[in-house]
């Protein structure tokens, strides 16, 4: 797609109405997102925060193209777009090295390159001693190094991170955050989701509060986070709800 | 639509493919040994109940079995492991924008790689048992594409209904044990049905099929082609109208699978 504008992937008036099935016949309809419109900027980290049932992952979900919206429009102007998970087709039978191959393909690699990149991901991930072993042997804890090694080298115009970077034990945790780090100011695209604001805070150019499927509030880190927790103060606190918004808002 | 690009789809579904073998087969013990120890049970199950206890002694019953135990078991298995491969694909639906049609193809593909082994084990059986290699041997290999044409039409369509109607599910195992016992594995259309009745049954495609085996393999025919040609225009439009369907649907299905 030709387009003049830097905006990497663009998002009109989208919404998504998850239908489930409550009885024979009948249906229940829940919105998930209902009118969501942003642009993300080619370079740029942004963040989306919300309470849990917000609509994240449904939002990355439409992002990805896992699905398509129900209504507005969305434009991508890149071609490939990964979803970063901690375990991409992970089969329990196969070895470590397998699995890292085969990840690699399904984030849009060839297997040349998969087999390329392969002993620098394995250092990475620190598992030089096991990576021949077939992973159902391998702890939760591997598994997920494994799984976010293989992300970070894997190249991708559009990288969608999901809460993935409380990975391993308190060494690998901070090894990871740095890696994202560089990998995120050099001119990778990144929507980072998260529920820890100091990494968002850290990490983001901008950020999008997401609310009962609607945009709330959209721009610099550090005001929208503020807002965010003002109403999560809100929401969760006790008392007189008139009273705490008088004293919020004073 | 954004999904995978055609070159990546094939580059997934080649590592998938080996990958899938390769795990399946270190689950077991015996690994690949069970590609051919299977069928080598079913036939000897065959045999005992029909050609031992029911006394079925036509000059070279066990032949005949062969020639039509192992197609048929061809395709009922793929077609069983197929109509729940896009619910089973579950993990990576949820990760990946993914063609839905990715699950079934692969699951077939997967089934054709082992039965080429039985294949090659049954031709040597075949000859163990006294058949010469004859030049109507050549019809074997379009009889084997049309089959497998008619088992991607097959499970493309039945792995498209069982995410809506799970319960479709039961039905399918039910359909298999009545084409079974529809397609004359272990006995001759000929010597069981009524002349009248007979083009009736050959316009079940498996039992077609299992009677060109035979005609080729052990009575030095040529394959009937209109009946090949047939089933492959069959095979080709429901193949075509599934694959537009799969395309139209693909979001419904990813909702329908992940939630």
């Not at chain 1, 434009?75 to 690699?104: H, M, W, Y």
């Not at chain 1, 087999?115 to 391998?138: C, G, M, S, T, W």
Request: with cysteine.
């Amino acid at each position: 797609m030709k387009n003049t504008n830097e905006n990497l992937i663009e998002l009109r008036g989208v919404g998504l109405t998850y239908r489930t099935r409550s009885g024979m016949f009948r249906h229940r309809y829940i919105e998930a997102l209902s009118d969501i419109t942003f642009s993300v900027h080619k370079g740029e980290t942004l963040g989306i925060i919300g309470r849990n049932g917000c609509g994240k992952s449904t939002l990355l979900k439409i992002l990805s193209g896992i699905y398509q919206p129900d209504k507005g429009e969305i434009r991508r102007n890149c071609s490939k777009i990964s979803l970063l998970s901690l375990s991409i087709g992970f089969d329990p039978e196969l070895t470590g090295s397998q699995n890292l191959v085969l990840a690699g393909v399904l984030l849009g690699s060839s297997r040349q390159e998969a087999i390329l990149h392969h002993d620098e991901i394995v250092r990475f991930a620190e598992l030089e001693d096991f990576i021949d072993q077939p992973l159902k042997a391998y702890s939760s804890g591997m598994r997920a190094r494994l799984g976010f090694s293989v992300g970070l080298k894997m190249h991708a115009d559009l990288l969608l991170i999901d809460e993935v970077l409380a990975v391993g034990d308190v060494a690998f945790r901070h090894k990871a955050i740095v890696a994202m780090k560089n990998r995120i100011t050099s001119d990778q695209t990144v929507i980072f989701v998260s529920h820890s604001m100091q990494n968002v805070k850290e990490l983001c150019h901008r950020v999008i509060w997401l609310e009962d499927g609607i945009v709330r509030a959209c721009g610099n880190p550090q005001e929208v986070i503020e807002q965010y927790a003002d109403h999560l103060k809100l929401v969760h606190g006790v008392g007189n709800l008139a009273k705490r918004k008088a004293v919020l808002y004073a | 639509m954004y999904s995978l690009s055609s070159r990546h789809f094939r580059e997934v579904f080649i590592t998938k493919l080996v990958f899938n073998l390769k795990s399946e087969a270190s689950k077991t013990y015996l690994g690949y040994l069970w590609w051919l120890v299977e069928p080598v049970l079913y036939v000897a199950a065959l045999y005992l109940v029909f050609g031992r206890f029911l006394q079925i002694r036509t000059g070279d019953f066990i032949l005949f079995l062969v020639c039509g135990q192992i197609p048929f078991m061809w395709f009922s298995k793929s077609i069983s492991s197929s109509s729940s491969s896009i619910v089973k694909g579950k993990g990576l639906i949820s990760q990946v924008a993914i063609p839905k049609a990715f699950f079934p193809l692969l699951t077939v593909s997967q089934d054709l790689v082992k039965q080429l082994v039985v294949f090659i084990a049954m031709l040597g059986f075949v000859l163990a048992m006294g058949e010469g290699i004859t030049i109507h041997w050549l019809g074997l290999a379009p009889i084997i594409m049309v089959q497998f044409g008619l088992i991607v039409a097959v499970a493309l369509f039945v792995s498209s209904i069982v995410p809506v109607f799970p319960d479709f599910k039961f039905l399918i195992g039910t359909g298999l044990t009545i084409l079974m016992f529809g397609s004359g594995i272990f006995y001759s259309y000929e010597a069981v049905l009524l002349p009248e009745h007979r083009a009736i049954f050959l316009m079940n495609p498996m039992a077609n099929l299992i009677k060109n085996y035979r005609d080729v393999l052990m009575y030095g025919q040529f394959p009937d082609w209109s009946a090949l040609l047939a089933i492959a225009m069959f095979s080709i439009v429901l193949t075509v109208v599934m694959l537009l369907i799969f395309r139209r649907y693909d979001s419904s299905y990813a909702r329908l699978v992940i939630q």
